[in-house]
């Protein structure tokens, strides 16, 4: 199925849709949550915003490419995540930002377009 494997590099990904479990992402429908990296797609198995931890964004902490924004997408509600999380990656110069799936999806697609250093975990809705 799309999205069960680690995508190449091939230019910048873009959020076309969100819902029903997954996301539509550059041409490819992805049935479950994702880590979005400058290029590539990888599959993130986090369910819900209480299981993310900093060993569940080792796909980003362990990325060759440059970051300096993460997006997180909660799903739904008002996201928290533990502190810690963002004190792991503080010495890596990434700023965690957590917000709803959808807010995460647009602001992704904004700071891509501007050509920014941005990651994204999106927990699917």
Not at 31 to 60: E, F, K, M, T
Not at 98 to 111: H, K, Q, S
């Amino acid at each position: 199925m799309a999205g069960d494997a680690l995508r190449p590099a091939d230019g910048p990904k873009i959020v076309q849709g969100y819902g029903d479990g997954g996301f539509r992402i550059s041409g490819e429908r992805f049935a479950h949550s994702v880590i979005l990296l400058p290029g590539r797609v990888v599959p993130w198995p986090v369910l819900a915003i209480g299981a993310v931890d900093a060993a569940s964004l080792d796909a980003i902490a362990d990325a060759p490419e440059a970051i300096d924004i993460l997006l997180i997408g909660a799903g739904h509600g008002a996201p928290k995540i533990d502190p810690e999380v963002r004190e792991a990656f503080r010495p890596r110069g990434i700023v965690i930002d957590v917000m709803d799936t959808g807010a995460a999806c647009r602001t992704y697609n904004l700071l891509v377009s501007d050509s920014r250093l941005v990651a994204a975990a999106l927990i699917a809705v």
